[in-house]
């Protein structure tokens, strides 16, 4: 039995498509965050604006961390177990249950007082300012030569 398509294409197609394919095939279905987390990085004349797509998260959800120069953010999300809900069963889940982080290189003279963040209608919005990473002089330390 045949089942008509919610979104627009056959249950079965994905599968018979790319049955000649199969690497092609594991990589897609083992891949779900291709959609997830995807960034905009803008500069300004201050620092830097990152808006990260975080479809499907709450603020709960999501972490930021910064340590040894490194802004990492996570996002981890859990799905209700079960196939079954009040109204029947489930045939096909497109949703992404899991978690995803992502790392951003930002210079060790970035403190995390510096960095600023807000999360509104899926996107983390974080602003992340310019520091110049001051040279150090080296000093010369001569050792006295007796003679």
Same mark, same amino acid.
């Given at each position: 039995m045949l089942m008509p398509s919610i979104f627009g294409e056959n249950l079965? =197609? &994905?599968?018979?498509?790319?049955?000649? *394919?199969?690497? $092609?095939?594991?990589? *897609? !279905?083992?891949?779900?965050?291709?959609? /997830?987390?995807?960034?905009d990085i803008k500069e300004t004349a201050n620092g830097y604006e990152l808006d990260i797509d975080l479809p499907g998260? @709450? $603020?709960?959800? /999501?972490q930021a961390e910064? @340590? =040894?120069g490194y802004l990492t953010i996570s996002a981890c999300t859990s799905k209700d177990e079960g196939d079954k809900d009040k109204d029947g069963? !489930?045939?096909?889940? &497109?949703? !992404?249950y899991g978690s995803c982080s992502r790392s951003f290189y930002v210079g060790e003279a970035v403190t995390q #007082?510096?960095? @600023?963040?807000?999360? #509104?209608d899926g996107i983390l919005k974080v602003a992340v300012p310019k520091k110049e990473v001051k040279p150090e002089v080296e000093e010369? $330390? !001569?050792?006295?030569? &007796?003679?």
């Open positions: 079965f =197609d &994905e599968f018979f498509n790319d049955f000649t *394919r199969p690497s $092609k095939s594991l990589m *897609r !279905y083992n891949t779900p965050t291709s959609n /997830v987390m995807r960034t998260f @709450k $603020k709960s959800d /999501v910064l @340590k =040894d069963q !489930y045939i096909r889940r &497109e949703r !992404y #007082e510096d960095i @600023k963040a807000r999360f #509104e010369s $330390k !001569y050792i006295a030569i &007796e003679g």
